[in-house]
């Protein structure tokens, strides 16, 4: 799948200078990169998670944010704080957090535990809305939550699980949730009745409610159905055709989600190595199911499920010229590959840096669009006229697209190559070019 030349040279065209190619050895290592991967758990009230990611490798939580004590009443200006005050705890950490809003956890299930009235959803919607906004950066994405048992949108005391309801709290987090941030919902009979055709390339990431919306499947492989995902609201079973839509759309969106019980020889590794692919998974909580998370440790598909959660990017071949002239066009050609199950999911930025100088250069590029697969990256960059003679490292940076993370290199793509990454900088190393004076 190429992609689109960044930009053309202006001006007189000037002869290239003969392309070098370089080529990349792989790296099997298992490291941490940000919004894939398992996740653990988390409750609001933590005050130091700097832990997690050296102790796991991992750089997803989930963050379960009870509103019991709100069920009948608006959220306190001292919640709202605290929520606030974790999201910081959260960035300090270098950490992005999956994050659902729930009031009760089914403690009297099958029986409906209490949750809050469909008035109430709306109004903590709303109030929850700024702080959401404000630290989005640490948000990867929202699980829909809210709505009865665990937040998975069944067994509402409130009736908050009827179609009407559904509707209504789902207007509701499309309107006031941050509007570059995914939604994913726990049933494909909501989704697939709301958008009967599945998302296309042409749609993916136009800021439509579709494109927003994204999957999590908390009882993956616990049964044939999956404990209930795939049945219709009129009763029948819709296995094969809901995984072909969620196949189609899940190359743009996110896919999460949990086991539930073990259900070998389905919850075992061929089916779900398959199923993570064909899905395309990009997050999987890894403290349940217990069992069979450690069933796939002894069959030995732990390892590689744990490597190709969400993208593994890798770097097959530069090619750049040696030397280049300042304010002359610079040719680049670059030939990457992702490994993983999906591609990236948030937008961010990819630019070239001349080290030294530390020159960048943005490449017009979306990486979302980096699908499992090879692909080649195409550019012409014009250097600037006032870089100083000298030889410089040439790096690819995707940095976090927000302002308050862009220089953190926790929170910059790394790819799956040895001999590449620069971590105090967050930049994947491709080689050198010598700057030569006018």
């Not at 202006?10 to 392309?19: D, M, N, S």
């Not at 009865?148 to 949730?177: I, Q």
């Not at 919902?185 to 390339?201: E, K, V």
């Not at 995707?398 to 220089?407: A, E, G, Q, T």
Request: aromatic letters at 12%.
């Amino acid at each position: 799948m190429p992609f689109t030349p960044l930009a053309a040279p202006t001006g007189t065209p000037t002869p290239y200078q003969p392309l070098v190619s370089r080529s990349f050895r792989p790296s099997f290592e298992e490291f941490p990169n940000p919004e894939r991967g398992f996740y653990g758990g988390v409750a609001l009230g933590e005050t130091d998670l700097t832990w997690y990611t050296p102790a796991t490798g991992q750089t997803l939580l989930r963050l379960y944010a009870r509103l019991d004590d709100y069920r009948t009443r608006d959220l306190t200006p001292e919640f709202l704080a605290s929520l606030e005050d974790f999201f910081c705890v959260t960035r300090r950490a270098g950490l992005k957090l999956i994050v659902r809003f729930n009031y009760n956890n089914g403690e009297t299930y099958p029986a409906p535990a209490p949750d809050a009235s469909p008035e109430q959803v709306v109004r903590h919607i709303q109030q929850l809305a700024p702080v959401l906004e404000t630290n989005k950066d640490v948000i990867a994405w929202f699980e829909a939550g809210f709505i009865g048992a665990w937040g998975e949108w069944h067994t509402s005391a409130s009736r908050l699980d009827s179609l009407e309801n559904k509707d209504l709290v789902r207007d509701a987090l499309y309107r006031h949730f941050p509007p570059d941030r995914f939604i994913v919902f726990r049933y494909p009979g909501d989704f697939i009745r709301w958008y009967p055709q599945p998302l296309t390339a042409a749609q993916a990431f136009d800021g439509s409610n579709q494109a927003r919306t994204g999957h999590h499947n908390d009882c993956f492989l616990a049964s044939e159905d999956d404990w209930g995902t795939y049945y219709d609201y009129d009763g029948t079973l819709q296995i094969e055709a809901w995984k072909t839509y969620i196949a189609q759309m899940t190359r743009f969106v996110p896919m999460s989600g949990e086991t539930c019980n073990p259900n070998p020889p389905r919850s075992d590794c061929p089916t779900a190595l398959a199923e993570l692919q064909r899905l395309h998974w990009s997050a999987l909580n890894e403290g349940y199911h217990p069992q069979v998370i450690q069933s796939w440790k002894e069959q030995g598909c732990y390892d590689e499920i744990r490597q190709r959660l969400g993208y593994r990017l890798s770097l097959l071949e530069a090619s750049f010229p040696a030397k280049a002239r300042p304010g002359e066009p610079l040719p680049l050609k670059i030939r990457l590959q992702n490994t993983g199950f999906a591609a990236p999911m948030l937008a961010r930025p990819v630019s070239l840096v001349f080290i030294g100088q530390d020159t960048i250069l943005p490449l017009e590029t979306d990486l979302r669009r980096w699908e499992p697969g090879e692909h080649l990256l195409e550019a012409v960059v014009t250097l600037p006229p006032d870089l100083l003679p000298g030889e410089y490292p040439l790096a690819l940076w995707l940095p976090d697209p927000s302002d308050s993370l862009r220089d953190d290199p926790r929170y910059a793509i790394r790819f799956a190559n040895e001999g590449v990454w620069d971590a105090e900088r967050g930049w994947n190393v491709l080689g050198t070019v010598t700057v030569q004076s006018d």
